[in-house]
């Protein structure tokens, strides 16, 4: 799980402050890992299809009980700090659907087990104005225990790759803490620039344009998820229906 970093121009974004990220251990800073060339991005997923459904602001509190659900040490991972239930309900409440894109991966049981978070970074560059980089988007994950080992992070994380490309987003950047050693390694194989500084680490992946093959696959992938998600949807509840009249004769 990652952490999406709360930005200076927005202390409160992510229910987070100063005083609660000052609060981690302190590490000495280790070297920049970075890639031999500066690679497009072309990650390998996992094989098979999961759909992945696009979340809006009706599925707020949907979202909200997946993060709740998260352990002490599983919040810290994705937030890069302790945080408490009020902070989450903040995080939650503040995202922009209108900027931002988040996405959701349920299981047989309609439950919400990942969640990915999409969301433009403020200003022209990572580095601000005149940034070589150009315009950059954030990527931050979460995963239940029960979702965990089955590549849903990896999938999810292609996944945001077609989308930001398709916000003309030159580069993704993941904010991780050096000791989510999976979420670095899913990074590094894509061929992102490692960046250390003490428990913090961000991954700088460079990203191809968009062509009009990435459209179309982020809005065949996002109907058929949410084909699928519905159809799961009609068939529990009629066999529910089918229970409770079989119980009632």
């Known amino acids: 799980m990652t952490p999406v970093k709360p930005h200076d121009q927005h202390p409160d974004r992510f229910g987070l402050t100063a005083k609660d990220l000052a609060h981690r251990p302190k590490h000495h800073p280790k070297p920049v890992d970075k890639p031999q060339d500066e690679r497009q991005a072309a990650p390998m997923a996992p094989e098979g299809w999961v759909p992945i459904r696009d979340l809006h602001a009706r599925h707020r509190r949907r979202i909200l009980d997946h993060l709740l659900q ?47 978070h999409l969301a433009a970074m403020p200003g022209k560059g990572p580095y601000g104005d005149g940034s070589s980089r150009g315009r950059a988007m954030e990527f931050g994950v979460s995963v239940l225990p029960e979702g965990r080992g089955k590549g ?98």
């Open 152 to 249: 849903l992070g990896m999938r999810l994380f292609v996944h945001a790759i077609t989308h930001a490309r398709n916000q003309h987003a030159s580069h993704m950047m993941i904010h991780a803490l050096t000791e989510n050693a999976p979420m670095l390694r899913i990074a590094a194989k894509a061929g992102a620039a490692i960046e250390r500084d003490g428990p913090d680490a961000e991954a700088w992946l460079k990203l191809p344009p968009d062509t009009v093959g990435t459209h179309l696959d982020s809005s065949l992938q996002s109907l058929a998820a949410e084909l699928i998600y519905r159809v799961k949807y009609r068939v529990m509840h009629i066999g529910e229906w089918v229970k409770m009249l079989v119980a009632s004769t």
């Open 70 to 116: 998260l352990d002490e040490h599983d919040r810290y991972l994705r937030f890069g700090s302790p945080v408490s239930a009020d902070q989450i309900n903040k995080y939650v409440a503040s995202i922009d659907f209108k900027r931002d894109e988040v996405f959701g991966i349920f299981n047989r049981k309609l439950q919400l087990v990942a969640v990915a």
